[in-house]
């Protein structure tokens, strides 16, 4: 989270690493914090490089999955505010 779309890579081998904490609010809404981090490499040297997101989110959990909206940043990007994004269904 923070990063566009394709915007790291492109590679073969890739990790990631996530810790969330989320907390229900009020009936089927929930905030969270979170910190997000991975890479994408032609080779093994994966951990040469980390990108690294942080921020917080709300989410609702409908039929479909949580539907969430994240204020997050992309800490690589100097001088790159903080950003608005939206997730459907259940992550990958």
Same mark, same amino acid.
């Given at each position: 989270?923070?990063?566009?779309?394709?915007?790291?890579?492109?590679?073969?081998?890739?990790?990631?690493?996530?810790?969330?904490?989320?907390?229900?609010?009020? *009936?089927?809404?929930?905030?969270? @914090?979170?910190?997000?981090?991975?890479?994408?490499?032609?080779?093994?040297?994966?951990?040469? *490089?980390?990108?690294?997101?942080?921020?917080?989110?709300?989410?609702?959990?409908?039929?479909?999955?949580?539907?969430?909206?994240?204020?997050?940043?992309?800490?690589?990007?100097?001088?790159?505010?903080?950003?608005?994004?939206?997730?459907?269904?259940?992550? @990958?």
């Amino acid at each position: 989270r923070g990063y566009k779309f394709n915007s790291i890579g492109p590679g073969k081998y890739s990790y990631t690493a996530s810790i969330e904490i989320q907390q229900k609010i009020y *009936d089927q809404f929930y905030g969270s @914090l979170y910190c997000d981090e991975g890479n994408v490499a032609q080779n093994e040297n994966l951990f040469e *490089d980390s990108y690294i997101g942080e921020g917080i989110g709300i989410g609702y959990l409908s039929i479909i999955g949580m539907i969430q909206i994240n204020y997050t940043h992309a800490m690589n990007l100097k001088n790159k505010p903080y950003v608005l994004q939206l997730s459907l269904g259940s992550s @990958l």
